[in-house]
């Protein structure tokens, strides 16, 4: 810079900084303006603009409407009679204002009387305190002078309220008196508002719509504070909290900002974020258990819900790949990998319930995740990995406390090694042979660890003999029985596959290859009486005859695997298995240590420890009952919080090609646990042991989802549903129930029952459906019924049996208290007395009866015919009077698809028989009653 620019004393030139500056303030000031047009123009704030015109929209076709329904012609007669009216009106105009001047001097004197009272009653309550301060001081003189005064001042008061009350009847016979000379008037009007009322109310409700420029200047920058109409809308879940900076707060939901349609009906066919929330009854309708002000979204949904700055800050998660490349284009989409708990994805929404429905089997409405939790327990996942509230389910494989006794030692390796080249719908997973234990060192190890196994647990094995003897049936015999008696409702059976297809069943194992794996004699005994060879079986009686039993055995062991029975498992390596032990020993000493120690210990004795180290560390103990493990914990780590886990604690390993997401992993890990090895050197104790159950995409997902729920969120006890005593003891019911498979074949209150998907043609040639059954059944009846069904039979005419289980006396009372809470029955009626019939009233019924044909279906008692429906005859045993009431009005509204005819309609009081009690339905169905009730006493 030349000295010369600059100015005395000045280390710059001068016009240069004022060039710079006026640069740099210029710059600024566009920031500013940027920085503030970026903060007011919020997409938000577009979608409520394109929300108003939406509603404006949907009025104007609810206008439309609502002016189609006005009767034109009686508008037209009405508008015609007020011209009238209005014409009769006006020739009383000088008796009306005579009478509103007349009205208007009462009413002034009112507003006066009104203040006389007022100052009265101000100077009875001065001069009452005066006469009883002179009259508590002894004060005679003074308090006779009060008293005198307060009597003349209360006598007053009196007078001014009766005067009071004198202007008001005038007031209100005054109004009458203008009333009755406007009535003309004043009736027409409104009959007119009551045809167009609807319609003027909708037009109001447009008018809000409307963008004028009081609208603009309402939203405009500065002033828009003030009485914005475009503004943030919010809930506040008080029964939920956020963390937010280690500090509970109430959750705030602003996602109606933007979904503002959300909880109102009629926009479902808009397109997101204008749409009806799906199932409004169910969830945020006002009528809903689930209210929106109540609940809130991200209850439910997850994620940032007081964030509406825009599409990504509430932490939305697309549902698929298209959903996410679509959100990328429209909203520049990314993962929000800084929020600790993101939205759920769509398909993931029903994993909140768990979150306030707690200690429950399954939750009604929330599908997804009930198959999710059914999976859980199908493949035994809670029996390896603790999970809270799960502690009453058992272990899904069988007892290995006989096993020697069922089948043979090298099968029994075989198996072990690889279940699913025996059986390919096994629910037992593979532990060899898999993405990181394949190299030949690791394979010749497994297999010393698989001999060691089967050593230990023949050495610890009972004793067991088959009680029955095989005596030859008929194969195809067999297999219809198994399709038609019930079986199927707890197992897929080779041969039958595509009933097993439709039923779907997992609380038993696929019978496969049956005849390669036990003898004759064994299956005998076992589908006689389970419980010979395993006493805590699930496994039931159905009461098979000894032909019914032979028939059944000769089909399954007709179920070769020739293949199979061809194998010869690896011989043991005794070298692997010092190996083995010394590796164990070594992780509390040296390795020299551990060897010596090794070389001390009996051959005999090597082979059991290695074997029952070997259980211990593959966790066979979890859904296997096997002696010695009576007391080990679960080897897996713990679930109940897995879907607050951070994500930073799961070892995604090298594997890139699975999302940095919580769903993601756990996905990803069901369907091949191992994955997170491959690629990484590990010697073979660190070697991931979570065994492979060859999961589909669909089946994990669902997992995904129930595992998701378990999440470490704290609730206030008011925002958590708490069930009462009632509800406990119906969801201990529905453990019972679970536990022995019952909803295998019943659907309980509208859920499972699983075997009714072979009946899709008649489902009521299927297991009876149970519908509120504590009101349908009598207690004392229900607990012979559990105890033994063959003498209380029901439908005869069912091929499907319901089978004898081996409950305990605790678990009857469980099911019979749970259900009769449910319905919210007492536990027992007073028996019904004998029949009292009204003159005449038994007579009509008997007519009414054979006028609606009973005893087409209801044959048993009546005639030879095949009955088609239960025996009237023990109705009165088992039915509770109410419910043949209940079910005699209207049997479709109990059971949709019963063949039971509705003959009193849809509201139970349109007899199809008109002619009988005067065509009273209540007296029609009040003597069906009584007649079913007489015919079991």
């Known amino acids: 810079m030349s000295e010369n620019n600059k100015e005395p004393g000045m280390a710059y030139s001068m016009p240069k900084l004022h060039k710079i500056m006026a640069i740099l303030s210029f710059i600024f000031f566009v920031t500013t303006i940027w920085v503030f047009l970026d903060d007011y123009m919020r997409p938000w704030k577009a979608y409520q603009v394109e929300a108003m015109k939406i509603q404006r929209r949907h009025l104007d076709a609810k206008i439309k409407e609502a002016a189609k329904n006005i009767d ?148 405009l920058p500065f002033i828009d504070f003030m009485d914005p109409t475009i503004k943030i809308h919010q809930i506040v879940v008080n029964n939920v909290t956020d963390d937010r900076y280690f500090r509970q ?157 069922k089948v043979d030692k090298e099968w029994f390796k075989s198996w072990v090694w690889e279940p699913k080249a025996f059986n390919k719908h096994t629910k037992m997973p593979a532990f060899f042979r898999q993405s990181n234990n394949s190299k030949p060192e690791f394979v010749r190890l497994n297999i010393a660890e698989v001999n060691a196994m089967a050593e230990y647990i023949w050495d610890k094995s009972k004793p067991y003999e088959p009680n029955e003897k095989y005596r030859g049936g008929n194969a195809d015999k067999g297999k219809e029985l198994i399709a038609s008696i019930g079986c199927m409702g707890c197992h897929g059976v080779d041969g039958l596959e595509d009933q097993s297809k439709a039923v779907k069943a997992y609380a038993g194992p696929w019978l496969s290859g049956l005849g390669s794996k036990v003898s004759p004699d064994w299956i005998m005994s076992w589908i006689k009486k389970p419980w010979h060879y395993q006493e805590d079986s699930i496994m039931p009686s159905l009461r098979l005859t000894d032909a019914e039993a032979n028939d059944i055995t000769a089909y399954l062991i007709s179920l070769r695997n020739k293949q199979f029975e061809s194998l010869t498992f690896a011989p043991f390596d005794l070298k692997a298995r010092d190996e083995l032990l010394a590796d164990y020993l070594s992780a509390f000493d040296t390795i020299e240590n551990a060897k010596a120690k090794v070389a001390k210990m009996g051959d005999r004795e090597k082979t059991l420890d290695l074997g029952k180290r070997s259980i211990g560390k593959y966790g066979c103990f979890s859904c296997h009952n096997i002696e010695g493990f009576e007391d080990y914990a679960p080897i897996g780590p713990e679930l109940t919080k897995e879907g607050s886990k951070p994500i930073t604690q799961f070892g995604f390993g090298i594997q890139h090609d699975v999302a940095p997401r919580r769903d993601a992993w756990i996905t990803a890990h069901l369907q091949n646990p191992r994955r997170w090895d491959i690629g990484i050197d590990k010697v073979f104790r660190d070697l991931n042991k979570m065994p492979n159950f060859y999961m589909g995409e669909a089946e994990a997902k669902k997992i995904t989802v129930a595992l998701l729920g378990q999440v470490s969120d704290p609730l206030p006890l008011a925002g958590v549903k708490r069930l009462n005593a009632g509800e406990t003891l119906y969801n201990d019911a529905m453990k019972v129930a679970n536990k022995y498979g019952c909803v295998a074949c019943h659907q309980i209150d509208g859920l499972r029952g699983n075997i009714l998907g072979m009946y899709a043609d008649d489902i009521n040639q299927g297991p009876p459906r149970l519908v509120n059954e504590g009101h349908r059944i009598q207690t004392d009846w229900f607990y012979h019924f559990l105890t033994n069904p063959e003498i209380q039979k029901i439908r005869p005419w069912l091929s499907v049996r319901m089978p004898t289980f081996n409950l305990t006396t605790a678990e009857k009372n469980t099911l019979i208290a749970g259900f009769q809470q449910g319905a919210h029955q007492p536990t027992f009626e007073e028996p019904a007395e004998f029949v009292k019939w009204a003159p005449g009233e038994r007579e009509e019924t008997l007519k009414l009866f054979t006028a609606l044909n009973c005893v087409q279906c209801h044959t048993q008692g009546f005639n030879g015919e095949t009955p088609l429906a239960p025996d009237l005859r023990k109705a009165s045993k088992r039915l509770r009077p109410s419910w043949i009431k209940k079910w005699l009005t209207n049997p479709q509204a109990i059971l949709p698809g019963t063949t039971m005819p509705s003959f009193f309609g849809e509201n139970g009081k349109e007899p199809i028989e008109p002619s009988y009690f005067g065509g009273d339905a209540e007296k029609q169905i009040n003597g069906l009653t009584k007649y079913i009730i007489e015919l079991g006493q």
């Open 249 to 405: 707060v109430p959750k705030v939901d602003r996602c109606i900002t933007c979904h503002t349609f959300i909880d109102q009906p009629g926009f479902e066919k808009e397109a997101n974020p204008f749409k009806t929330h799906p199932n409004l009854d169910q969830y945020v309708g006002l009528e809903s258990k689930h209210p929106m002000k109540q609940i809130g979204c991200t209850a439910c949904h997850g994620g940032e819900g007081h964030r509406v700055n825009d599409f990504n800050s509430a932490a939305h998660m697309p549902d698929s790949e298209a959903q996410e490349k679509e959100w990328v284009k429209k909203y520049n989409w990314h993962e929000p990998h800084k929020v600790p708990q993101p939205m759920f994805t769509k398909s993931q929404t029903e994993a909140s319930c768990v979150k306030c429905h707690q200690g429950v089997e399954l939750i009604p409405g929330a599908t997804v995740l009930n198959e999710g939790r059914m999976a859980i327990e199908k493949y035994g996942c809670n029996a390896c990995h603790k999970i809270a509230g799960w502690e009453h389910k058992r272990k899904m494989g069988p007892s290995l406390l006989k096993i020697a006794g």
């Open 72 to 219: 034109a012609n009686k508008l037209a007669e009405l508008n015609k009679r007020l011209a009238k009216g209005q014409e009769i009106v006006a020739s009383r105009k000088d008796e009306i204002k005579k009478i509103e001047k007349e009205l208007n001097g009462v009413i002034a004197k009112i507003k006066d009387q009104t203040i006389v009272n007022g100052q009265l009653n101000g100077r009875v309550g001065a001069k009452n305190f005066n006469f009883e301060t002179a009259e508590g001081h002894g004060d005679e003189k003074h308090a006779k002078k009060y008293f005198k005064d307060l009597s003349e001042l209360k006598a007053a008061f009196v007078k001014g309220k009766d005067d009071l009350k004198f202007y008001q009847a005038q007031e209100k016979e005054l109004h009458a008196k203008i009333a009755d000379l406007n009535k003309e008037i004043t009736d027409t009007e409104k009959e007119i508002k009551d045809i167009t009322n609807t319609l003027e109310l909708l037009k109001m409700a447009k008018k809000s719509t409307d963008i004028t420029p009081v609208f603009a200047l309402r939203n």
